[in-house]
């Protein structure tokens, strides 16, 4: 198996604050999704990166994969209520059939 | 459309009862999975199913049989669980399984909740 490492766990800040999620490990991945799941919701994905080194923006997310295909961050500028939520990242190998899930960073945004 | 759909949506059994889950997609993707998860934790593969056949079982207990009837269902079938299985349990479907940057990307369905009394 191979881990993923997701900092932070909890995350509580108010509108209009930037964040960033981390998504680590010392294996290297053939695609890195990025997901975000309300209560009660499955997991909606958000974002595939697959080039080493690659940015996505998605409105005021960006996505990022470190250029080794180890890691990855997202970023999220002047955040909304909105936004809140679980965040997952879930790495592919090209051996593995499986995601391999970090442990999420759960979300508040207050007003 | 990348839609999943799980029926039903919520779903209350006693220990004795038989029930089952159901999962639908219609994007021709050959894989198919179920994943159980608990509160804030990330979901934990059960099930893999690829081209109709069972390709991994996560070491889950035999009261969750799983079975594929064709491409696109995907049913979960549940008889003499118990209280600690209570959760919320997703279906997702990929193109296929590993081999491929983009091959197994995964969608996920809203899921059923499921609590067991």
């Known amino acids: 198996t191979q881990l993923l490492e997701q900092s932070p766990q909890f995350l509580s800040i108010q509108e209009g604050e930037n964040l960033t999620v981390y998504c680590n490990s010392s294996?290297?991945?053939?695609?890195l999704q990025w997901y975000r799941q309300e209560p009660g919701e499955g997991p909606v994905l958000l974002v595939t990166v697959v080039t080493g080194g690659e940015v996505k923006k998605l409105k005021r997310l960006t996505f990022q994969f470190g250029d080794a295909r180890k890691d990855s961050s997202l970023h999220i500028t002047a955040a909304q209520p909105g936004d809140t939520g679980l965040y997952l990242c879930?790495?592919?190998?090209?051996?593995?059939?499986?995601?391999?899930f970090g442990k999420g960073t759960s979300l508040l945004v207050t007003p | 459309d990348t839609e999943v759909t799980q029926t039903p949506k919520h779903l209350v059994m006693g220990m004795t009862n038989k029930k089952s889950l159901k999962c639908e997609q219609h994007m021709g993707h050959r894989a198919m999975y179920w994943y159980k998860q608990k509160a804030k934790k990330p979901p934990e593969l059960m099930f893999v199913y690829s081209y109709e056949k069972l390709s991994i079982n996560e070491s889950v207990p035999s009261r969750f049989s799983p079975e594929c009837p064709n491409s696109s269902l995907l049913n979960l079938h549940l008889h003499a669980l118990q209280p600690e299985d209570s959760a919320l349990y997703l279906c997702?479907?990929?193109?296929?399984?590993?081999?491929?940057?983009?091959?197994?990307?995964?969608?996920f369905g809203a899921g059923t909740r499921l609590s067991v009394l």
């Open positions: 997702a479907s990929s193109r296929g399984l590993a081999g491929g940057r983009a091959k197994n990307i995964q969608y």
């Open positions: 879930a790495g592919s190998s090209n051996s593995g059939y499986a995601l391999n």
């Open positions: 294996s290297v991945f053939s695609s």
